[in-house]
T-cell receptor
Framework: AQSVSQHNHHVILSEAASLELGCNYS??????LFWYVQYPGQHLQLLLK??????LVKGIKGFEAEFIKSKFSFNLRKPSVQWSDTAEYFC??????????FGKGTMLLVSP | DSGVTQTPKHLITATGQRVTLRCSPR?????VYWYQQSLDQGLQFLIH???????AKGNILERFSAQQFPDLHSELNLSSLELGDSALYFC??????????????FGSGTQLSVL
């Protein structure tokens, strides 16, 4: 069975700081990887996804993630965070037709 | 607005009771997924329906059941409720399940509180 682990439950940053949220997945075969974001009071939205090709994936709002197969990792990055990036971030994986397996989420708080 | 509608937004009930959560997918989406989000377990997949048929089951308790109707809306039924069932229940829909073009659209969730 697949599993996804996110390294930090809570991250606090000041505006303009750089962000990296860790994500590791367990499945050894072909895997699809996702980052979702849930802003306060809103529904989950897709930030970016990786299926194949260039391991550096760019998403919305300046986010990017790098797929490193040898490390089973798919870390989310943003060079300079804003207060509006305060949200909960979920890493997820799927394989073939399997449904998404989510990590437990990382709550990011950006102080102005 | 994701286009996925969940009702009710909040539900408060007592242990032992039964509740029904409703989800209307985005127009044209045939797939409906149900997820449970709790503090200790994170976001867990419960069940997936595609065009009225059950496609996959996750960590769904026997006390829980779901169905998808001909108009594609879905209901999640939770019975014999326990305190530990208190959670945020999300519904998501997608048009192309299992393909590289699949993208899930999530509703805002139903917050269930069992007292």
């Amino acid at each position: 069975a697949q599993s996804v682990s996110q390294h930090n439950h809570h991250v606090i940053l000041s505006e303009a700081a750089s962000l990296e949220l860790g994500c590791n997945y367990s499945y050894g075969g072909t895997v699809n990887l996702f980052w979702y974001v849930q802003y306060p009071g809103q529904h989950l939205q897709l930030l970016l996804k990786y299926f194949s090709g260039d391991p550096l994936v760019k998403g919305i709002k300046g986010f990017e993630a790098e797929f490193i197969k040898s490390k089973f990792s798919f870390n989310l990055r943003k060079p300079s965070v804003q207060w509006s990036d305060t949200a909960e971030y979920f890493c997820a994986s799927s394989s073939g037709y399997s449904t998404l397996t989510f990590g437990k989420g990382t709550m990011l708080l950006v102080s102005p | 607005d994701s286009g996925v509608t969940q009702t009710p937004k909040h539900l408060i009930t007592a242990t032992g009771q039964r509740v029904t959560l409703r989800c209307s997918p985005r127009s044209g989406d045939l797939s409906v997924y149900w997820y449970q989000q709790s503090l200790d377990q994170g976001l867990q997949f419960l069940i997936h329906y595609y065009n009225g048929e059950e496609r996959a089951k996750g960590n769904i308790l026997e006390r829980f059941s779901a169905q998808q109707f001909p108009d594609l809306h879905s209901e999640l039924n939770l019975s014999s409720l326990e305190l530990g069932d208190s959670a945020l229940y999300f519904c998501a829909s997608s048009a192309n399940p299992g393909t590289v073009n699949e993208k899930l659209f999530f509703g805002s969730g139903t917050q269930l509180s069992v007292l």
